[in-house]
């Protein structure tokens, strides 16, 4: 909204990946509602608090709906959408500190309930709106402002958490191919189920991983990252779980579970099958007659 | 007085005291009796110290009654901890089993759980408590027949064998007690019943009343005393597009209330203390971004853990400023179960109405007891809805002075609700005049919610009693003594705590002294009125027991002597 709105006050540094992921959001949800022959007000953008968040006010074109709350409750904003409204599309934006650090114990809960909504995790390492800090994702060891004599906690592997705690879709993505990245998220929008897209996502000012991930041969530098071979089968959870436990990180889609049952397919079945009686409020008052 | 009882069952908790104690009042209701229950207990799932207690009368219940016609004690422990509650004259039902010597006065020994095996049904102890108390009561050995039938008939091949077996059982108790010669004041007859009463505990009632009110999305977590209230709601609120669902703790409650409410569809939690802290951030969120939710806070002892399964009235304040920055957040009391079904209807028509959060405050003292009320007409229920956008304000989500209309997503006006300072259109921004006038119309709504009612009684007096919440009753119990034996005295009650009815507090500010009754150490609301301008004080208990009437009678009359003298010499 921000084209149109020069009072939103927000920018992102030059170079930043989040760029990338915007465009990739915005094409993803554009060419799905187009597909689909929907209005892309039927989508929602639920997002955190970061840098990463504000994305939800920076799409471009039509705008879908969205919600800009407090810090790591974008999944549990997200369960109540989809429980009052199981037909709009709910499109998480998120970074590694609201996800994975103060939001963590949400991604659980909603891998059991297989909450179908579609998660973009916007991973640049540190936390960059609090000026450099350690996140999850920052490596063992690494100098920052709040890590002096260098981080003493490891680094999570969000791909192989992800997979452990029973996300039915794992995909990982890259903010420098936007094209790639719009495919995994359609892919995960489409998918019946919890779909998280884990995306690198460089921060320039505070941790700037492009060379890292490329790699640089002139340097020495191996690639950091590298594309999940064509003959890997998503539906074999051993094998994605071997691939996320690679010391490179794998690009693509990880993990699809096959049979995959959302929250709300499990309710509408549940209900049919115990066959609850649907009672008035006159009728439980008739139940409390003295 | 002859048309008042007041019974207690009390025990180690798993003896019946509260089937016992239930049963009475079902019993008792059934032919005509109003009932008012209370029961006590630890936070533990068996044992510990428990009590029950039964006011039956042909009178309106204010209160569980102050003190105790009929104590049934259980085993010793029970007896030397209420027997001084027993009034002269009333009879003492002790447990013969737990005790080596005759008890004297007038007490009868029954050991209730031989006697009960003796009937074929060892679980009909509590049966023979009630047919012991009915007895002594003089209450006809028909209403506790009527009642067995009516409780134990449920089309089972051996229900004459199980009805007869516990009429046996009553009839054990009615001759133990008739044995002893000893009686109690006896009731008069049951008053005529004009029109359909149900007996209902105050969270099943506010439960009802807010699926009348059109209930869509009810998520919680388990949390005494609130657990009640989600498996009402797990159980009856079902049906096309309703959904009630188990969260992992309230942060993930409030936070899906908050999706849900942004859905467009109407939202409810439950929790008590703990969970109310834990959902301070999420409830400011609702307020800064303008979605309707009810959170109902059971309040019980506090802080921290405190007294789960006590009764306290100590979460006001957190109530009205549940998190940080400028917010106040409306809230409504019942103080009574009966208030609760309209409670229950008003907090789902306020958060439509100015589009916001609201916490219905209750307490484990109205929670968890059952009352007799007049059946409610769900017909004539008026479930407001929230203004929907149509579109023609674009984007604009928060323009204006005050209310705008709400976008529902998949419709038009997409928007960013936004927990950050924003812009009409939902944008963040940090301009200055932006958060000035945002914060104006937020606060702007909360008029939309000042006529509610209120009780006012003698308001010539300069002298008032307003009480909140669950000391409601014992506050007009004693406001009712205080009036009849010479003390000028006003009334003023209203279950509409924040906003205050306008009118409410024109006339509260008029009055030279307003006294609160309020279970809490720091007289909170009274805090709150003096700051609106009352010269309001606080009458205060924080023993985790609801207030006696005769308690207040005697503050109320100490707190006129002090402060009217300091006035008069000001």
């Known amino acids: ?290 | 007085m002859g048309s008042d009882l007041v019974v207690r069952f009390a025990g180690e908790g798993g003896q019946g005291q509260v089937t016992a104690a239930e049963g009475l009042a079902q019993a008792a209701a059934q032919v005509g009796y109003h009932v008012q229950t209370f029961a006590t207990y630890p936070s533990q799932i068996e044992g510990g110290p428990t009590w029950a207690q039964t006011r039956v009368s042909t009178n309106t219940i204010l209160t569980q009654g102050d003190q105790l016609d009929v104590l049934v004690a259980l085993n010793r422990s029970a007896y030397e901890t209420h027997i001084g509650e027993l009034r002269e004259g009333g009879v003492l039902i002790y447990n013969s089993k737990d005790f080596d010597e005759q008890l004297g006065g007038l007490s009868i020994g029954l050991d209730v759980d031989s006697l009960a095996r003796a009937t074929g049904n060892p679980r009909a102890a509590n049966i023979i408590m009630i047919g012991a108390v009915a007895q002594l009561a003089s209450m006809p050995a028909d209403y506790f027949r009527q009642f067995i039938e009516a409780r134990f008939r449920r089309g089972r091949a051996n229900d004459d064998e199980i009805i007869n077996g516990n009429i046996k059982a009553l009839d054990v108790g009615f001759d133990a007690a008739a044995a002893s010669g000893y009686r109690v004041n006896p009731l008069d007859p049951p008053p005529a019943i004009d029109r359909q009463r149900v007996l209902v505990k105050g969270n099943d009632f506010l439960s009802l009343g807010a699926i009348a009110a059109g209930l869509d999305i009810f998520i919680g977590y388990p949390i005494s005393p609130a657990t009640t209230i989600l498996t009402f709601m797990e159980g009856n609120l079902n049906g096309e597009g309703k959904f009630v669902g188990q969260a992992t703790s309230e942060i993930e409650s409030i936070g899906a209330i908050v999706g849900a409410g942004y859905s467009g569809r109407k939202a409810m939690t439950s929790t008590a203390g703990p969970g109310l802290s834990l959902m301070g951030e999420g409830l400011g969120l609702a307020w800064m971004a303008e979605i309707p939710l009810v959170v109902c806070d059971v309040q019980r002892g506090g802080p921290a853990t405190g007294l789960p399964t006590k009764t306290e009235q100590s979460d006001l304040l957190t109530a009205l400023n549940p998190g940080h920055g400028d917010m106040r957040i409306p809230v409504i009391a019942p103080g009574s179960v009966e208030e609760c079904w309209q409670a229950g209807i008003d907090a789902i028509n306020w958060a439509e109405r100015y589009q916001g959060p609201v916490i219905l405050l209750t307490e484990m003292g109205v929670a968890e007891r059952n009352e007799d009320v007049p059946r409610p007409d769900p017909s004539l229920v008026v479930a407001e809805t929230r203004v929907v956008s149509d579109g023609s304000m674009g984007n604009k989500r928060y323009s204006g002075n005050g209310l705008a209309p709400f976008p529902v997503p998949g419709g038009p006006g997409a928007y960013v609700a936004n927990a950050s300072e924003h812009d009409e259109e939902g944008d963040t921004t940090h301009l200055p005049q932006v958060h000035v006038t945002q914060t104006e119309r937020r606060f702007a709504k909360l008029k939309l919610l000042e006529n509610g009612s209120y009780e006012a009684e003698h308001t010539e007096s300069p002298i008032a009693i307003m009480p909140w919440g669950g000391s409601k009753g014992a506050a007009r119990a004693a406001y009712q003594i205080l009036r009849a034996t010479g003390t000028e005295l006003g009334w003023l009650y209203t279950m509409y705590l924040n906003p205050l009815p306008a009118a409410l507090l024109e006339e509260l500010r008029r009055k030279e002294l307003v006294i609160v009754p309020e279970l809490n150490y720091l007289g909170q609301f009274s805090g709150v009125l003096r700051g609106l301008g009352v010269n309001a004080h606080s009458i205060t208990q924080y023993t985790g027991l609801p207030f006696k009437e005769q308690f207040l009678v005697e503050r109320v009359r100490e707190e006129i002597a002090a402060r009217s003298g300091r006035l008069a010499r000001v």
Request: aromatic residues 6%.
């Open chain 1, 1 to 290: 909204m921000s084209k149109r709105n020069p009072e939103y006050d927000f920018k992102w540094c030059p170079g930043c990946g989040d760029f990338g992921v915007v465009r990739a959001v915005e094409m993803a949800i554009g060419r799905r509602a187009a597909e689909r022959g929907e209005s892309i007000e039927k989508t929602v953008i639920v997002a955190g608090i970061g840098c990463s968040g504000n994305l939800v006010h920076l799409q471009e074109g039509p705008q879908p709906f969205g919600i800009h709350g407090i810090h790591g409750r974008t999944l549990p904003i997200a369960y109540g959408i989809k429980a009052g409204r199981p037909d709009l599309n709910v499109l998480i934006a998120a970074g590694d500190g609201d996800f994975l650090s103060i939001g963590m114990e949400h991604i659980g809960p909603q891998a059991k309930r297989n909450l179908d909504v579609t998660a973009v995790v916007m991973d640049n390492g540190i936390y960059g709106l609090t000026k450099g800090q350690a996140s999850p994702t920052t490596m063992l060891g690494v100098v920052t402002p709040t890590t002096p004599y260098g981080k003493l906690e490891d680094a999570i592997n969000p791909l192989e958490l992800y997979l452990t705690l029973g996300v039915s879709f794992v995909a990982s993505g890259i903010s420098t191919k936007p094209r790639e990245l719009a495919g995994l998220i359609q892919q995960g929008m489409d998918h019946p189920g919890f779909a998280i897209v884990h995306v690198q996502s460089p921060c320039t000012t505070y941790n700037d991983t492009y060379e890292a991930l490329k790699g640089n041969p002139e340097k020495g530098i191996e690639p950091g990252a590298f594309d999940i071979p064509a003959d890997h089968d998503p539906a074999d959870r051993s094998a994605a779980i071997a691939l996320a436990g690679n010391k490179a990180i794998p690009i693509g889609l990880l993990y699809q579970r096959a049979d995959s049952t959302p929250m709300q397919q499990r309710l509408t079945e549940a209900r049919a099958r115990t066959k609850v009686r649907t009672r008035s409020v006159d009728d439980l008052l008739t139940g409390l007659h003295i």
